[in-house]
């Protein structure tokens, strides 16, 4: 029985698993909901601990056994090396998936907070869109409550919190839509209004403001202009530039600082080079706007 758990794996088997079972870790962690996630984590564990123990039962079943009857030593900066990368893949995964969570939370927020405002105004303007507005507030509202609750645990780790906030804008979400279908948008405006401290009390909670939100649903936009700019493409840039001037203008009734002057600045300029028309300056129009955008959002977003 003693010799039945002998080391069975060699170095650099073991060092193969390790990094296999970093990445699990990773994977689960970050990137996997419900089942999915625990049976990753668990193959994850498996896999570590059988790195770590450098012991597969597997291999005494199938008779297998990497480690060489007489194993060479290895050099103590090769072994020293693989740690290294190890522990580099295990911080920098950690690291860029918790950014990369950040941002796609960001992302989520920003689609649902603008079809929010959209309904809020068309509700209170009284207008016969209103109902559109709603059904797209509604499905972004089921697309936030998916991916947050249940494939973006990291920004908000007090899901519970996070779960009744969701749970009360659904309600009143379920409130104005009745109140459009039933012909009265004035009834919803006002529903919808209890909305507001709720969207503020998450943006806190994930320390996010309302600029970065602002910011991120004004990237998009941006991007349809630049991709026409740096095409060569002047109606594309024009016909671009009416959403991403609205986007904008929301952003400076937040900020209006140097950094936001010059992303306006750009974004008028690039316009001005497809009406004049110059479609040879444009593609450097739309480097100057990307980079002036990158540049605030880097700071601030």
Not at 74 to 84: C, F, M, S, T, Y
Not at 98 to 117: E, G, H, I, P, R
Not at 222 to 235: F, H, Q, R, T, Y
Not at 261 to 273: C, N, P, V
Request: charged fraction near 25%.
């Amino acid at each position: 029985m003693k010799n039945i758990f002998q080391t069975n794996e060699g170095e650099l088997d073991r060092f193969i698993r390790a990094a296999l079972g970093v990445l699990l870790l990773l994977l689960g962690a970050f990137w996997a909901a419900g089942w999915w996630r625990v049976s990753i984590l668990a193959v994850a564990g498996i896999t570590l601990f059988t790195a770590a123990s450098g012991f597969c039962g597997v291999y005494v079943l199938l008779g297998i056994n990497t480690r060489k009857p007489a194993p060479k030593p290895l050099k103590r900066g090769v072994r020293a090396a693989w740690l290294a990368g190890l522990a580099l893949l295990a911080v920098g995964g950690t690291v860029g998936g918790y950014l990369l969570n950040a941002k796609s939370f960001k992302q989520d927020f920003a689609a649902l907070n603008t079809a929010y405002k959209q309904v809020l105004f068309l509700s209170g303007q009284e207008s016969t869109d209103a109902a559109k507005a709603q059904g797209e507030f509604e499905d972004s509202l089921r697309t936030f409550k998916r991916r947050q609750l249940e494939y973006r645990p990291w920004v908000i780790r007090d899901s519970g919190w996070l779960r009744s906030k969701i749970d009360a804008l659904t309600d009143i979400a379920t409130a104005s839509g009745n109140e459009i279908r039933q012909g009265r948008p004035a009834a919803a405006h006002r529903a919808l209004e209890q909305a507001r401290p709720i969207f503020q009390e998450v943006m806190r909670a994930a320390g996010v403001s309302e600029l970065a939100v602002a910011l991120i649903n004004f990237h998009d936009a941006m991007e349809d202009v630049i991709d026409a700019a740096n095409s060569k493409d002047l109606a594309g840039v024009v016909r671009a530039y009416t959403e991403a001037d609205a986007k904008l203008k929301a952003i400076e009734t937040l900020a209006d600082d140097s950094g936001i002057k010059a992303i306006r600045q750009a974004l008028d300029l690039t316009l001005q080079t497809a009406s004049q028309p110059d479609p040879d300056k444009l593609p450097e129009m739309a480097s100057k706007l990307k980079a002036a955008f990158v540049k605030v959002y880097l700071e601030r977003g």
